[in-house]
């Protein structure tokens, strides 16, 4: 059993197992807890979140292809606007803490480390969109748990992400961050967009 086709394919392609011997059951999500729901005000006295944001959730890695996210960002001119990266650091991931540094976006990127689960959601339904530039994702449960609390996903056209946001997600090269700020601000800009996509 695995968690995608892409991952089948994967499977099949490096251990030559035969295809009718694998079978894609598609991971679920937690069922809804009771959660508060915190404000933007609240997010400003827990976080330090005081704009409009973007939101990243995952751990800080090279295959999370963040600082990819964070040059597009930096070609992103809405001075009000902030990206929030949430997650534990992970294995090589001082390329990405010093990434905001590089494109002239220190001020304007927030990393908050480990979140809490009860705070999550909170920070995906108060946030403009979820953003997941991955280049390598076994499914994206993130992708999952970001249309559950109504945010909008953009994410990558590559490995499993588009089995997991299937029409109701906008796709993006991850390798070309001008492609990622134009669907980013495509999003950002058309409220009713947003709506429909949620």
């Avoid at 999500?29 to 933007?40: P, S």
């Amino acid at each position: 059993f695995t968690i995608s086709q892409s991952s089948k394919d994967d499977i099949i392609d490096v251990y030559g197992v035969d295809e009718s011997k694998i079978h894609v059951t598609y991971p679920g999500i937690k069922e809804g807890t009771n959660a508060k729901i915190l404000t933007m005000d609240d997010l400003r006295k827990k976080f330090g979140i005081d704009k409009d944001y973007i939101l990243f959730v995952g751990t800080l890695q090279p295959r999370k292809n963040i600082v990819k996210l964070i040059e597009a960002f930096s070609k992103i001119e809405k001075e009000n606007l902030i990206l929030v990266i949430v997650g534990k650091k992970g294995w090589l991931y001082e390329d990405i803490l010093s990434a905001p540094q590089k494109f002239g976006v220190l001020e304007r990127v927030k990393f908050l480390d480990f979140v809490e689960d009860k705070d999550l959601p909170s920070l995906y339904k108060n946030a403009l969109c979820f953003v997941l530039p991955s280049l390598y994702e076994g499914f994206g449960l993130p992708v999952l748990e970001a249309m559950k609390h109504g945010c909008p996903v953009l994410t990558s056209n590559v490995s499993s992400l588009p089995e997991a946001g299937g029409d109701a997600a906008i796709y993006f090269d991850p390798n070309n961050a001008d492609d990622i700020k134009e669907k980013i601000e495509k999003v950002i800009k058309d409220p009713k967009l947003r709506q429909e996509m949620v």
